[in-house]
Structures are given as structure tokens and as C-alpha cells.
């Protein structure tokens, strides 16, 4: 190629600064995340994505940030964390094992971390997990490469006035290092996939017909190049076809991919902009209103729901007699069990203006187990302006007062006084002279751990021993309490550090999967000994200064001769600055931040529904929690 002629290929990335190509010809990037956002419900952390034609991954400004499982954008394949993504490169041509000759390796600067992605094929896409293959306090890592004269890996570090070097990676041990004579990997789903792409950005006769089945696709990847292909088309070549499809499932994605290329975003307007189709919003929304959405499995319920988001947003509040049709058709539906549905939900019927969500959202807000739930219901119904009784805004701005205690990162505190500016203003004079004493309340300040003491405020603290709690999971892990063990890991704030079934942060390893990893008895021996092995992907340093000070924590950041730790994992904002010129000693910490007496004041049914919750991954269903 000249470089004369560029084109889209694929956007919504916040900043990816490499790619690499696989033997499949498959395009991968890391992209970053947005620190200041941390325990925000929009909060993306740095990812693996699988670069397809026509992508859209939904990085916004703000909270503005669409969530993965929107149906106009596409999810990451493997999260990584909190990062600075830098380099990229797949292993091909070095003298290492198979597995890692076949690996991705992603390259993370602020903490020091070189990856090694392994990708496995699932459907036209791919599955991941990660492992550690170099990390260091610090180490700022730049780029990577594989050598094929001598097949060692070469990476660098530096950047921002930092030591630069330069690091050779060979491999020692008895395994094979011989190169790995894999071809590109025939997949039908994949062929499928490139098989639609070839419609994207051209229109073909062809595509319609080819494209329309795969709208009900099974495999997430096959829709999006569908509806992509489709929106590529003539729109009055299948207008009419997406607004009387026959089939639900396939209806949802046709109306999707309508309702985008017929309307406008009010943000997106100009001189040039034709009027508002009011007759297109109007079919729309008849189609959306007479669709057997009982037919609709959770994925295809979401969809729907993201679909009317963009009809309402894209072409305006409707006629009272339709809005009053949607709010009978989506009110029953609210609030469903999944956390994702109840986020449209309670914001479509709060922009409808539903005269029921104001309490529905309050009793969420009050049992969501996370902040990040929580403070997206808070800012869903900041307009709503129908359904509110005194005691239900009594209680909606006492929760920003529990918020004001909330950690995240440094908009966070800006981010909940915006949602609660909003909701003020939404009051009535009326309503303000009424609310005045808890409006001009202030919050009381605490830590995160003096939060976590008011749970279990007034209760005596208890020594738990390996032995007891052990014995006792040996006995009595069947008819536990399901939402109790999920109550318990919100009260002891594992979701401060750990991730949780897609919620929680991602300071702690994540949690989902620890069921498959551990037994009743490891799980006990890691939170009473929390000490005993750390996880080298989490653990702290600790830096003697020259005054003998010590600082402990883990490095968020460098630039020339200063270093910044981050010395509470529950608070991303609790951060020491060192200049690096005055360190004596750097060490690897060995007390884990994890705090050692998690079960001092908690009951043994407590501890025995929190363990049973854990090895469930969440699931209600999990034998533990039957009879």
C-alpha cells in the first residue's frame, strides 16, 4: 500500500496504541481504560478486543461510555484491569513452548505488567485468559518484539523521563521449543462472518438476502456483521421488511439496525440535517409495541430495549396515547432479575415518565450489593419527575449522603454531585421547601473500613479459627442462604476490590470463577490467612525512603524521578507521591492488603452463606442452596 487512501475500519476505542495480526488474520488491539471513572457504573477496564470489520466498541466521553452489553457496539474479549496498554505482538518465531509461541502479548505500563493472552477460537470470535509472563515494580514497559535469528523476545522500557533499557526474554527448561507449524485454522462461523463483511461499506443486490438470517444469529459477532451489512443497503430495500418481520428474534436486530440509520442523534444535527421522520418514529414504535417480546430470550430482551432507547432518543418523545402503550407494554417488566435489563429499563420508563419507577428504583438502590448498581439507578430517575411521594425523595437524598462515603476515582465525586445537581432541579419550589432540612444536610465523611465497621456496628468480634469454620463447611454447606451470601459479600466489602459476576472493582483478583478454583477449606484459609500466598498479580511493595519512612503499595504511575502508589486498593485517590532519588530499599510486600479479621464480627451461618455464594458463581440454583 502507498498510504493514499485510508478508511473507517472500526471505532469507539478510547486509546489503543498497537495491534497485532494472528495466523488467522484476525486484528487484536488493548485498549485503555479511563482511571478517573474507576467504580463508576461506565467504568471499561483496559481490554483485549477482536477487531472486526465495521466495529464499534462504545467508548464515550464521560458517562456517556456505552456498556458492553449494548447491542450497537461489541464487547471486549478478555478484561484485563486497571492499565496503561502499550505494546502488542503474538509470539510466532520464538524458541519458546507452543503455548507461549502462540500467545498474545499485551504490554502494560503504569503497573508493569507483560501479558500473555491466551486465545482460544469460539464461534467467528475468540475467548481469553491472561497469565503474567513478566512483571516488575516498576517497570514501565514500551514495546515488544519476537527476534527470529536468535527467537528470544526483546521488549523495552522508559517514557516520561524514566530509565529506559532494553530486555532480552529467552526460555530455560526441558520442554520443546521447535516452531509450531500451525496454518490458519478453518472455522465456518468465521467464514460466515467475513462472508458478510464483503457487503460492508458497498451496497450489494445481494445482501439482503444473504444477511437477513443471520439477524438471529446465535453467535453476537455474526449479528453485528449482519445488521452492519444491512444498514450498508438502500434502506427502502428493507424497510418495510424489518418493520413487519415475522420473527421476534430477528425483528429486534432489523429494528435495531432501522431506527440507526433512519434517525439522527439530537447531539449530530445541523443545517443540513433533514426534519424528523415522524412517520418512520411512529412505525417504529407500533412494531416495538406489537412485538411478542415473550418470544425473547435475556440477550434479544436487551436489544429490544436498547432499540427504543434509540427511537426515542434519535426521534422524539412521541404522542401521550403511545407513550401511555409503552409504559403498559415495559412498566410489568420492571424490575426484571437481570441487573442489565433493570439498567434500560429504569431509564426508558424514567424518560417516559413511568408514575411507578420512582418507587421501584428506590428499593434498588436501597438492595443493589454494589455502588456501581446503585449510583446507576440514582442517575437514571434524576429527571423523573412523575410517582415521587415525600418519603420516597427522602429517601432518594439520603442515598447521596451514603454515596458522599463511596471511593472511585477522581471524578467521582464530581460524578455523584452532578447526578444529585440534576435531581435538585428537578424538584418543584414546592418540593425543595419541603425537602429543605435533609437538602441542606452534609454527609459525614468515613473510610472505607469505618463504613464496613457500621454494617456489623455493636456486634462482639469472634477469633475464628481454619479449623472450626472448616469443620463446619465439612457439615453444613447444603440449605444455605443464597441472597444472604450474596448480601455478605457486599457488606464486607469484597466488591471494593474484587469483581464479582461483571461487578465490583478489579484491584483483587476476580472472584467469579473461585469455585472452580477452591474448596470450602481454601477459600476459608485465604480470607483468615490472607498473608499466607499472595497473588504476585496483586501484590503490593513497600518503599523505605532515605528518612525511613515506608510506604506500602501498589505503583500507579511514573514520570522522571517520581513514583506514585496507590496505598489503598478501596480508594483509587489515596496516593503517595516518592521521588525515587530517595528510595534506600524496594521490596516486594508481604502482609496482603487484605485486612486479616474479615470474619471477626460476622456470624458462622454468615461466613458459611458467603462461602457458598462465592463457590456458586452466583448461581441460586447451586446445590448448597437446596434442600
Not at 458459611?608 to 440454583?621: C, E, T
Amino acid at each position: 500500500p502507498d498510504g493514499q487512501k485510508f478508511e473507517a475500519y472500526a471505532s469507539g476505542f478510547r486509546n489503543i496504541f498497537d495491534a497485532a495480526v494472528n495466523r488467522d488474520g484476525e486484528l487484536f488491539t488493548y485498549d485503555a481504560d479511563m482511571e478517573y471513572d474507576f467504580n463508576t457504573p461506565w467504568y471499561r477496564p483496559t481490554r483485549i478486543c477482536h477487531v472486526t470489520s465495521g466495529a464499534e466498541f462504545g467508548w464515550r466521553n464521560g458517562a456517556g461510555k456505552r456498556p458492553p452489553f449494548y447491542a450497537d457496539n461489541l464487547p471486549g474479549v478478555l478484561d484485563i484491569g486497571p492499565g496503561s496498554p502499550t505494546g502488542m505482538t503474538f509470539g510466532y518465531g520464538a524458541k519458546f513452548p507452543a503455548k507461549y509461541q502462540n500467545a498474545l502479548y499485551a504490554l502494560d505500563w503504569s503497573w508493569g505488567k507483560l501479558y500473555a493472552i491466551h486465545l482460544k477460537p469460539e464461534g467467528s470470535s475468540y475467548t481469553a485468559t491472561k497469565e503474567e509472563f513478566v512483571t516488575g515494580a516498576p517497570l514501565p514497559i514500551t514495546d515488544a518484539i519476537i527476534r527470529p535469528q536468535d527467537g528470544a523476545m526483546y521488549f523495552t522500557i522508559g517514557g516520561r523521563r524514566v530509565q529506559s533499557g532494553l530486555y532480552r526474554v529467552t526460555y530455560v527448561g526441558d520442554e520443546s521449543t521447535e516452531p509450531v507449524q500451525a496454518k490458519p485454522t478453518k472455522n465456518k462461523a468465521r467464514e460466515t462472518r467475513h462472508t458478510l463483511e464483503a457487503f460492508h461499506g458497498k451496497q450489494d443486490p445481494q445482501a439482503i438476502e444473504v444477511a437477513w438470517p443471520y439477524l438471529a444469529d446465535k453467535d453476537r459477532f455474526i449479528r453485528f456483521a449482519a445488521h452492519t451489512a444491512v444498514e450498508h443497503q438502500p434502506t427502502d430495500s428493507w424497510a418495510e421488511k424489518a418493520l413487519t418481520e415475522s420473527d421476534p428474534a430477528r425483528q429486534v436486530e432489523a429494528l435495531l439496525a432501522l431506527a440507526r440509520v433512519t434517525g439522527v442523534c439530537p447531539q449530530h444535527r445541523n443545517e443540513q440535517t433533514p426534519e424528523v421522520d415522524t412517520a418512520m418514529r411512529d412505525r417504529l414504535l407500533s412494531a416495538v409495541i406489537n412485538l411478542d417480546d415473550a418470544k425473547l430470550d435475556l440477550t434479544q430482551q436487551l436489544t429490544l430495549q436498547r432499540t427504543l432507547q434509540i427511537i426515542l432518543n434519535r426521534f422524539g418523545r412521541p404522542d401521550d396515547a403511545t407513550v401511555a402503550k409503552l409504559i403498559d407494554k415495559f412498566d410489568p417488566l420492571f424490575p426484571a432479575k437481570s441487573p442489565k435489563l433493570n439498567w434500560l429499563l429504569c431509564e426508558t420508563l424514567a424518560w417516559l415518565q413511568s408514575p411507578t419507577v420512582a418507587e421501584k428504583a428506590i428499593a434498588l438502590i436501597q438492595s443493589a450489593p454494589t455502588q456501581e448498581e446503585q449510583m446507576q439507578y440514582a442517575r437514571s430517575i434524576r429527571m423523573l419527575q412523575a410517582g415521587w411521594t415525600p418519603e420516597l425523595h427522602k429517601a432518594y437524598f439520603e442515598w447521596f449522603l451514603k454515596a458522599a462515603n463511596y471511593k472511585g476515582g477522581a471524578s467521582f465525586d464530581k460524578f455523584i454531585e452532578f447526578v444529585r445537581t440534576d435531581a435538585v432541579d428537578s424538584l418543584s419550589e414546592e418540593q425543595k421547601t419541603e425537602l429543605a432540612e435533609i437538602l441542606t444536610k452534609k454527609p459525614e465523611k468515613k473510610s472505607a473500613l469505618e463504613n464496613l465497621g457500621e454494617v456489623f456496628a455493636g456486634r462482639p468480634t469472634t477469633k475464628w479459627t481454619l479449623e472450626e469454620l472448616s469443620t463446619a463447611a465439612g457439615k453444613e454447606m447444603k440449605k444455605r442462604d443464597f441472597v444472604n451470601g450474596q448480601k455478605m459479600f457486599a457488606a464486607t466489602g469484597c466488591y471494593a476490590c474484587h469483581r464479582f459476576g461483571n461487578q465490583g472493582g478489579m484491584t483483587g483478583p476476580d472472584l467469579t470463577s473461585a469455585g472452580r478454583r477452591y474448596s470450602p477449606h481454601d477459600l476459608l484459609d485465604q480470607v483468615i490467612n490472607p498473608s499466607k500466598v499472595i497473588n504476585e498479580q496483586f501484590s503490593a511493595i513497600s518503599v523505605v525512603t532515605e528518612d525511613g519512612k515506608v510506604h506500602t503499595g501498589v505503583v500507579v504511575n511514573l514520570s522522571g524521578d517520581n513514583m506514585t502508589l496507590n496505598t489503598d486498593l478501596t480508594d483509587p485517590n489515596k496516593r503517595v507521591n516518592i521521588d525515587r532519588k530517595t528510595i534506600d530499599e524496594l521490596v516486594v510486600s508481604k502482609t496482603s492488603p487484605m485486612p486479616a479479621d474479615l470474619f471477626a464480627r460476622m456470624t458462622k451461618d454468615e461466613i458459611l452463606d458467603l462461602i457458598a455464594y462465592l463457590i456458586s458463581a452466583g448461581d441460586a440454583q447451586h446445590p448448597f442452596f437446596q434442600d
